[in-house]
């Protein structure tokens, strides 16, 4: 199993632009995650998927989207970038229904918004 | 969601055990609390989780009082490569429950 797996690794975005991070995982996986970290920071929730078709708002979704269209995938779409959108993305899944069960996490998206 | 709290830093030698407490005082009974380490440009790795007492595994100890307003990670004989950023979790065990991490303990190993 390759796991999580995350595109691109470092990606540089003009003011304005849009663009979408992709998070594959191979597990089959119902439950998956978009976090973002800043510099020195913990992670903040963006996003969150219980099941394909289904998504709910985390702790900080303005100016991001998500879709769920299968269980592997689960793309984060920005809209419009911002400076403040500069940050590590990761994306994360659960195996079944225990939220205390171990997260998988990808290995990030650098993402700069200049 | 239970409030945690944990210190922003701690520094250790080489071989020597390391605790690192987390607060959790308003931990609900259907709460597990759980431990995850990352290292620089890396996401966070799964260490242990547990619901009381005492959890062992290969990497590490977790310990529970009784009350579960508090927990312990315990690393033994720490070397230069424990060094990274550890998050401790409060989970609830079913639900659309919103993980979240806090900002997590610095461990500076020192040689």
């Known amino acids: 199993n390759a796991g999580v797996t995350q595109t691109p690794k470092f990606r540089i975005l003009k003011i304005g632009q849009s663009m979408t991070l992709q998070c594959t995982q191979d597990m089959n996986h119902n439950y998956m995650y978009w976090y973002r970290q800043d510099p020195g920071m913990g992670l903040k929730l963006i996003y969150y998927s219980v099941g394909a078709g289904i998504t709910d708002k985390g702790e900080v979704p303005n100016g991001y989207n998500v879709s769920r269209s299968t269980t592997e995938d689960f793309p984060l779409r920005l809209e419009l970038a911002a400076p403040s959108q500069t940050s590590v993305y990761f994306c994360?899944?659960?195996?079944?229904?225990?939220?205390?069960?171990?997260?998988?996490f990808g290995p990030g998206t650098r993402l700069t918004v200049l | 969601l239970a409030k945690t709290t944990q210190p922003i830093s701690m520094d250790s030698y080489e071989g020597q055990e390391v605790n690192i407490t987390c607060s959790h005082n308003n931990i609900a009974t259907n709460d597990y609390i759980t431990w995850y380490q990352q290292f620089p440009s890396q996401g966070p790795r799964f260490i242990i989780q547990g619901y009381k007492t005492k959890v062992t595994n290969e990497v590490a100890s977790l310990f529970i009082p009784a009350d579960r307003k508090s927990s312990t990670l315990s690393l033994p004989r720490v070397s230069l490569s424990d060094t990274a950023v550890y998050y401790c979790l409060v989970v609830t065990n079913f639900g659309n429950e919103k993980l979240t991490f806090g900002t997590g303990t610095r461990l500076t190993i020192i040689p």
């Open positions: 994360a899944s659960i195996e079944g229904v225990l939220l205390y069960n171990e997260q998988f």
